[in-house]
Structure formats: structure tokens, C-alpha cells
């Protein structure tokens, strides 16, 4: 029979501990999510798993399968596509709608177009993109589930490349930041493109609508949209210093109220949320006593670096024990599983994570082991 044991650790200030999640913060968008880049802790959501209409947001997920093509080698920055009738009727300058001002049967470069979907947020240059890839939009639709189901988007569903109203054309707040998570990390060498102010482009300038990067220190992404169905929205990043958060936000009714929320939001988890560093890679955390060993104990170590979210009113609330099955018999391997760590707040437990042996820890030949079993029935230990 084993036993349970555990060691208790005492966790500094200058330590990581977990979010505590729900806050008292308030939104008047219908939706929202405020992630962190690095841990993924969600510091604030509202109705962020519901589908919605996401508007020129959606633009965010033909540039990523068109800068995983480039990545793939299958197509080059300095390639041209060519504008259909289709594309200049349906997001050209006669549509009414956002453009990059294409003109019929123009040979684009690649890299223009990007910035076209960027910063002038063209319906042209998307509908270009979709035909030169795929062939048509509705099969560059179908190229863009396929991206997202790999991905892990559970809640969208895309039917253009555009983002123009589509019954069934729906994301939800959350995917889009995981969607805005993938593009920082997957594509640095693009990333830059994103806080550009503006773009000129057939004698036309236009610039970017990203209220954030024009009031905010570190605002560096990501994209804009609006239609009367999704109101005003806004999938935005800021970076300062070593963090960076990522928030979604749809449904607000003007471009002010746009730019106020966004700005209060990120502005707020700056403020109230901070990364800590629980534990180093391989930092040892006890020295666990196994039956049968070469050796009489095995340090026991975390695998990797910890690091988590937390409000900074609460961090000192946290606390750790290591727990642990007796005995451990060896053989024991290295990078084997020899225990656990359980994150505390106060007396709720928040998280496990693994323990493992930081050595081989060989077994006791026979006679070694018989003298071992004569001192425990002699001594009891």
C-alpha cells in the first residue's frame, strides 16, 4: 500500500502564481476577451464564446493563409495577381465598401496586397487573394475552415474572404484572439506591417484604422471592422516591455465608443495583471526518498519554467506543496514522473503540475537489498 505524502513550500512575492479569473471590470461591448500572449490566461471575457457577425476582423484569416503560403515557399512577396471583374464589382471602388482602389485586370505584387488588407482594409485586395489561391472565393472559403479547424477555432465558420455580411459567416471573440495569438508568433517577419499608419497605393493614401496606434504606447496590431450587423469592433495588441495583451472587442456603436473601450480595456489589464515567474526549468523542489535505490533520495525537479498570470492585488494568496507517493522504488529514470506540485490560493487548489526525477537513480543488487529489508525490520527505516 502507498501513502500520501506532501511537503509544504512557502511562495514569495517574487514568485508566479495563478489568475483568479472573473473581475469586477465592465464593457459596453457585447463581446469581449482580454488575453495574454505569452501564458494564455484569459483576464476578462463577455459573452466571448457566442458566434458573431466579426465584420473586416475576419480579414485576419485570409492574411494568415496567404503569409503561410509565402512561409510554405509557394508563393513569394514579390509575385503578381491579377484583378478579376469580380473582385473590382464586389470590393473595388463602385462597391462602396473599404478598398484598396484596384483597378481591372492590374498586376498586383503580393506584398502590396498585404498591406492593402492591412492598413486600407480593401475588400478588393482580399477577393484578389482568394481567386489568385484558390481559384474562386467560395473554394478560398473552404481553404479558410480548413485553417481554422487545424487551428483550433471552434467557433468559426467563414463563407468569403471579405468579412461582408454572410448568414453563416460567424467567429467568435475568443477565436479571433487565437487567431491574433497565431499570427504574432507564427509570422514575426511579417507582424511589423500591422502597425503601419498608413499605405498609399494608386495615387491613393489611406490610413490605418486602428485607433489604438495613434493613443497608445506599444499598440502594434491588429485589425478593425465594422458593418451594421457586428457595430464597431476591434481585434487589438499592445506590447510593453516583456508583455504583451491581445484583446478582442465587438459590438460597440461608433468609432468613439471603439476607441474608448479598447483603450480602457488593455489600459485596465495592464494595470491589474502582471506575469510571474513560479519556478525555473529543472529548479528543485524536494528530495524524495526511494526504497531499493543506488541512492537513499531523488531530487525532484519541474520540468520547465512556470510562468502565470495574476492579478497583483492577490499574488501573495498563493501557496505550494509537493506531493508524492511512498515509497518510490528504484530503478527510477531520469525525466521520470516522481511526484506532483499543487498551486494553492489559500486553501482552494488551483493547479498540478509534474515532478520528475533529476537523475537515474539505479537499483540495489540483491544483497544490497536484503541488508536493506534486515535494517528496516530492525530499526524501521
Not at 156 to 169: I, M, S
Amino acid at each position: 500500500m502507498t501513502n500520501k505524502n506532501f511537503l509544504l513550500l512557502t511562495l514569495t512575492a517574487s514568485l508566479i502564481a495563478l489568475s483568479t479569473g472573473a473581475s469586477a471590470y465592465e464593457t459596453k461591448a457585447k463581446n469581449a476577451i482580454l488575453l495574454d500572449y505569452d501564458t494564455g490566461a484569459y483576464l476578462f471575457t463577455k459573452n466571448h464564446q457566442e458566434k458573431i457577425a466579426p465584420a473586416s476582423m475576419s480579414k485576419l484569416m485570409t492574411v494568415y493563409v496567404l503569409l503561410q503560403k509565402i512561409k510554405e515557399g509557394e508563393i513569394s512577396l514579390e509575385d503578381t495577381f491579377t484583378v478579376s471583374e469580380n473582385a473590382w464589382r464586389k470590393g473595388g471602388a463602385a462597391s462602396g465598401g473599404s478598398t484598396m482602389f484596384l483597378k481591372i485586370n492590374q498586376e498586383v505584387k503580393v506584398e502590396d496586397l498585404i498591406k492593402g488588407i492591412l492598413i486600407q482594409s480593401g475588400n478588393d485586395a482580399c477577393i484578389v487573394v482568394a481567386e489568385n489561391i484558390a481559384g474562386s472565393e467560395p473554394e478560398f472559403a473552404a481553404l479558410l475552415n480548413e485553417t481554422a479547424e487545424k487551428m483550433g477555432l471552434k467557433n468559426a465558420h467563414f463563407e468569403n474572404a471579405t468579412g461582408l455580411p454572410h448568414p453563416d459567416h460567424k467567429i467568435s471573440v475568443e477565436d479571433l484572439s487565437l487567431l491574433a495569438r497565431h499570427l504574432i508568433h507564427d509570422f514575426p517577419e511579417f507582424y511589423p506591417i500591422f502597425k503601419q499608419k498608413e499605405f498609399t497605393y494608386n495615387g491613393i493614401k489611406q490610413g490605418n484604422r486602428n485607433p489604438l496606434l495613434y493613443s497608445l504606447k506599444g499598440a502594434d496590431g491588429l485589425k478593425t471592422g465594422h458593418t451594421d450587423e457586428a457595430g464597431f469592433c476591434l481585434t487589438g495588441s499592445v506590447e510593453r516591455g516583456d508583455r504583451r495583451l491581445i484583446e478582442v472587442v465587438a459590438g460597440l456603436t461608433s468609432m468613439k465608443e471603439r476607441a474608448e473601450e479598447t483603450e480602457s480595456l488593455i489600459t485596465w489589464g495592464f494595470a491589474s495583471f502582471e506575469n510571474y515567474k513560479f519556478f525555473n526549468k529543472n529548479q528543485i523542489m524536494a528530495e524524495l526518498p526511494v526504497w531499493y535505490g543506488a541512492k537513499s533520495t531523488v531530487e525532484a525537479v519541474v520540468p520547465d519554467m512556470v510562468i502565470r498570470t495574476v492579478k497583483k492585488s492577490t499574488k501573495n494568496k498563493y501557496g505550494a506543496k509537493v506531493v508524492y507517493d511512498t515509497p518510490l522504488s528504484a530503478p527510477i529514470f531520469k525525466g521520470d514522473k516522481v511526484g506532483e506540485i499543487v498551486i494553492t490560493y489559500g486553501e482552494e487548489e488551483k493547479e498540478r503540475l509534474p515532478l520528475v526525477a533529476k537523475e537515474d537513480i539505479a537499483r540495489m543488487g540483491a544483497f544490497n537489498r536484503f541488508l536493506a529489508n534486515l535494517k528496516y525490520f530492525a530499526f524501521g527505516k
